[in-house]
């Protein structure tokens, strides 16, 4: 059973930055898949940024340019660096890691204002 724990969530004004972490209990390195998803009231979650075992990575159309994906393998942290955030950003952020089961985090809130 893996764990999954985000932090780094806060509140931060338009164009600015946050840095969001994902530790995980177990050995990163072991997930074939690790992403970023972000959730809405009322919307269904959608895929922000993602990570392959080949450090494939893939982002939404939304966030591309801005957003970047990363793992620390040493550090069993996965990583989200969130610049020129938008209002539109706004949202719960969840770490999702893929092995031979789905494991999700509890997600961390982000909240930009204009």
């Known amino acids: 059973q893996a764990q999954l724990v985000e932090s780094g969530g806060g509140l931060v004004q338009a164009g600015g930055s946050l840095r969001l972490s994902c530790a995980a209990s177990?050995?990163?390195?072991?997930?074939?898949?690790m992403g970023w998803y972000r959730q809405v009231p009322g919307k269904q979650r959608e895929m922000v940024a993602e990570?392959?075992?080949?450090?494939?990575?893939n982002y939404a159309d939304s966030v591309k340019g801005r957003f970047t994906i990363s793992r620390d393998n040493n550090k069993n942290t996965l990583y989200l660096e969130m610049n020129s955030l938008k209002p539109e950003d706004t949202g719960i952020y969840y770490c999702?890691?893929?092995?031979?089961?789905?494991?999700w985090g509890q997600g961390t809130q982000v909240t930009v204002s204009s």
């Open positions: 990570i392959s075992m080949g450090d494939s990575t």
């Open positions: 999702k890691a893929i092995n031979i089961f789905t494991f």
């Open positions: 177990g050995i990163i390195s072991r997930f074939k898949y």
